[in-house]
């Protein structure tokens, strides 16, 4: 037949919407014409299936070659549509007959001896794939990356000529089988929490932080631990959920970075340098590419010497704090990408290290804490100042809890939040705060005197509420006690500070 259809799909931000190429063949002077709005890299696609199909020892048709990616309207770039396009060819050309080819979908760019390399996001291509019903050809080097997703059928293929074999039935290659992982691989780490010396009080804010998803700020002289303590930050929180992990290795399959299959299930941890511009941290350029905080979902992202970040950087971080997403937008096009991430920061409260230290005015730091603004603030939960460690604290010879006691706790209060409200603590509406974190007249009386003696504004809260529900959680109450709302205020250190300077 002179035309034929194949399947596969285009990469927008972790969506991979179906891309159907059409080949027709008629008469006329030799021509390869690709349409269907690409980009220079798939119009180049010409000259690499011409000579893949050559040293294939395939045919290369001597007529009138008119290749459409439909939609029209989808902007297709890079070398992934290579090996739709050229079994397109076999097909149309009848070098290959298959009636069930619409069942199948193919990834991969073709180099010019016919071997199909490797493309980027085949997780969501996968994903998709899977949904769809349809059986997928993958690069052999994606294999490992494919692997992860448990569902969808999917075969790995070398070169051309596998392909065409498989189809023709000459030689069946075989289905490409799901990844096993063990439970207790995923948990192993090269850190925990008892190698921390001292400062009970923050471990106690990151085992509240773990166990309701909220924010942290640390302050404290250098020295002091608060780098130490975000690293071990994802040792005390529960693995993520399949549906997690898969979200969060869609999102790094986006730039072509392995994962670790035996612990794709870890939280994962970014620390940018205080030096990262917006479009780093928020992701952007020309062709929107995921940034920091979508490399962080459903993980850490720690910021350390938070002051010395820009402002504007920052303040970008505001709204994907609130929403769990970030949506970046160019004339081409509009891409969203995840990035339901927990924020650790960590920030000394002078530019001397502490301000009790003379070198430094109250005035000068102030200016220096006015860096951070204050509604960037105001979506941070717990603030804890940390204090210097004692020598007799650092040669202390006594052992610590370890992260897996620590963990235990947090996977019990997660799991309260999970079937009383579907989310964690931290992700409550304020509609939802009033049917699942209802406060004694008691209660409600005490918080209401305290916002209005501390400032603090209705997000502000909204936080402590949210705190306070996730105490009880790990106190096992059903209801918020007044103990709960005293020590959900007490982590309010970075105001308190302000507030002192103000004086």
């Not at 986006?254 to 511009?277: A, M, V, Y």
């Not at 160019?330 to 002078?350: C, E, G, H, K």
Request: hydrophobic share 40%.
């Amino acid at each position: 037949m002179s035309l034929a259809k194949t399947y596969t799909r285009a990469q927008v931000g972790v969506n991979a919407p179906l891309v159907t190429v059409e080949v027709h063949l008629s008469n006329g002077l030799p021509a390869f014409n690709i349409v269907g709005l690409p980009e220079a890299s798939v119009k180049e696609s010409k000259e690499r299936v011409r000579c893949a199909l050559a040293h294939c020892h395939f045919l290369f048709p001597e007529q009138r070659i008119t290749v459409n990616l439909a939609p029209a309207d989808l902007p297709k770039q890079g070398g992934r549509y290579d090996l739709a396009i050229a079994v397109g060819i076999l097909l149309a050309s009848g070098q290959v007959q298959n009636r069930q080819i619409g069942d199948y979908e193919f990834y991969g760019e073709l180099a010019l001896t016919g071997e199909v390399r490797e493309v980027t996001a085949v997780i969501p291509a996968l994903m998709a794939a899977a949904a769809a019903g349809r059986c997928c050809y993958i690069p052999k080097p994606n294999q490992m990356m494919a692997s992860l997703v448990s569902s969808g059928v999917r075969k790995s293929v070398v070169s051309l000529r596998d392909v065409w074999a498989d189809l023709g039935g000459q030689n069946a290659l075989p289905f490409d089988e799901a990844m096993s992982y063990s439970e207790e691989a995923q948990l192993n780490a090269h850190v925990d929490m008892s190698e921390v010396k001292g400062q009970a009080v923050a471990k106690r804010v990151l085992e509240i932080a773990a166990a309701g998803a909220h924010n942290v700020l640390f302050l404290g002289p250098p020295g002091t631990g608060k780098s130490m303590l975000a690293q071990r930050m994802p040792t005390i929180m529960p693995p993520m959920q399949l549906k997690q992990a898969l979200e969060t290795a869609a999102v790094y399959s986006l730039i072509g970075k392995e994962i670790d299959p035996h612990k794709w299930r870890q939280r994962p941890f970014r620390s940018p340098h205080h030096t990262c511009s917006a479009v780093a941290l928020v992701g952007g350029s020309s062709t929107p590419r995921p940034g920091e905080i979508s490399l962080a979902h459903n993980g850490i992202l720690f910021l350390d010497e938070l002051p010395e970040y820009e402002r504007k950087v920052l303040d970008s971080l505001r709204e994907p704090m609130e929403t769990g997403t970030v949506n970046i937008s160019r004339a081409a096009q509009q891409v969203d990408f995840p990035a339901r991430f927990q924020l650790i920061a960590a920030l000394n409260p002078s530019p001397t290290g502490c301000h009790h230290d003379k070198r430094s005015t109250p005035e000068q730091v102030l200016r220096y804490l006015s860096k951070v603004s204050g509604p960037f603030v105001d979506r941070i939960d717990l603030q804890i100042e940390l204090p210097r460690l004692s020598t007799a604290e650092l040669q202390s010879g006594i052992e610590s809890e370890s992260s897996a006691s620590i963990r235990t706790r947090v996977e019990s209060a997660r799991l309260v939040a999970i079937h009383r409200q579907g989310k964690e603590n931290a992700l409550l509406s304020s509609k939802e705060l009033d049917k699942y974190c209802g406060l004694t007249q008691c209660v409600a009386e005490y918080l209401a005197n305290a916002t209005e003696k501390l400032h603090l504004s209705p997000r502000s809260y909204h936080r402590v509420v949210k705190v306070a529900r996730t105490i009880a959680d790990l106190s096992k109450r059903d209801n918020i006690a007044l103990s709960d709302i005293k020590e959900a205020l007490s982590y309010r250190a970075f105001e308190r500070l302000l507030a002192q300077l103000t004086r």
